[in-house]
C-alpha cells in the first residue's frame, strides 16, 4: 500500500489547513488511517486516528477541538483519509504523515506514508 500525504503549506497562526491521505489503487476503509507528526528533534507523535469503517475517532490532546479525521466515503474507490487542521500554533510546526494499520487503531502501523510540512508561522 502506497499512501501519499499532501496539502502542507506554510500558515499564519490560527489559520486552516487541510492535509489528505490518498492511497494509489487501494481502499481505504477497511484500516485504521491514522496521522503523525513529528516536530525536529522531537519524537514522531500520533494525533489523530480513525477506525476501519468509521468506527470511530481518537484524538491527541494537542488536537482535540482543533482537527477532525475523516473518510471520503462519497467516492467508490475509499482511498483517501483527511485532516482538517485549524486554529493552527506554532508549535503545529512539524512533518505530518498518514498511516495504515491493519488493526481497529493505530498503536501497530503497517504502512507509512511520505510526509508534508506543515509550518505555522507569521
Known amino acids: 500500500v502506497q499512501l501519499q500525504a499532501s496539502g502542507g503549506g506554510l500558515v499564519q497562526p490560527g489559520g486552516s489547513l487541510g492535509l489528505s491521505c490518498v492511497a494509489s489503487?487501494?481502499?481505504?476503509?477497511?484500516?485504521?488511517i491514522g496521522w503523525f507528526r513529528q516536530a525536529p528533534g522531537k519524537e514522531r507523535e500520533e494525533i489523530a486516528c480513525v477506525a476501519p469503517r468509521d468506527g470511530g475517532t481518537d484524538y491527541a490532546d494537542s488536537a482535540k477541538g482543533r482537527f477532525t479525521v475523516s473518510r471520503d466515503n462519497a467516492s467508490n474507490t475509499k482511498n483517501t483519509v483527511y485532516l482538517q487542521m485549524n486554529s493552527l500554533k506554532p508549535e503545529d510546526t512539524a512533518v505530518y504523515y498518514c498511516a495504515a494499520s491493519y488493526g481497529s487503531t493505530c498503536t501497530i502501523i503497517d504502512y507509512w506514508g511520505q510526509g508534508t510540512q506543515v509550518t505555522v508561522s507569521s
Open positions: 489503487g487501494y481502499a481505504l476503509d477497511y484500516h485504521a
